[in-house]
């Protein structure tokens, strides 16, 4: 866990499973709440860090390494937590934020195939002392939610690596869910924008958030 007064939620989910619209819905719901909160997303969150992400993402850096990426994705990570995240919590405010951990075991243990035990080790530095009160799994397989979209992005270097690449983010995903069911929450979403909110401020509830 970690050792700040405040609640730590982080968001994650398959390319197009809703979770930008679900991340700005929260965000409108918490100011109207008047709850204090940060908000962050991974890679990024800082300057450093978005320098970070744009080294990853970029589309001509087609040769980058497995590891390589996997490394650059724990340092955007621990910048994050150190410089934003973990002074945030201490002094009592709520971060919510898009993407964390759980993205680099499913996209680069999984996914990747790195091995979970490599993307532990690396991100030991983030973890040991910052890890999430709760996790809202936005869950939606990589089939329905191209489906939904009318395609694949190409958008970034990512997002260009292909349907059986997501299937396998998604079930690195289905086996996280299980193995830390304490933490992680299943948001069903399938179901229409209105029907998921309610579920994730549900959850918000249970913690005691709002
Ligand atoms: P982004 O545009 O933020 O994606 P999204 O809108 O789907 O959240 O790009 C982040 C990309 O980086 C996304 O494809 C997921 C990937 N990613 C990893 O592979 N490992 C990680 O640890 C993180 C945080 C993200």
Redesign the pocket.
Known sequence: MHKGSGYFIT?E?????G??TQLKMLCAYLEEKGIDAVYT????GTVISEKI?SI??DNENKIMSDEA??LL??A??IQNVKEKILPALESGKTVIC???????????AY??GLGYDFIYNINEFAIKTCMPDMTLFFDISPERAFERKGGV?T?????L?GLDFHKS?YNGYNKLAEKFSDRIVRIDATKSKAEIFANVKANLNRLGIV
């Open positions: 968001l989910g398959c390319e197009g499973s979770k930008s997303r991974e890679p990024g992400r990853i993402l990426e996997a994705y724990a955007s990570r898009d993407r964390y951990v759980d993205s680099s075991f499913a996209y680069q996914a990747r992005d958008g970034d270097r990512i997002e690596s983010v």
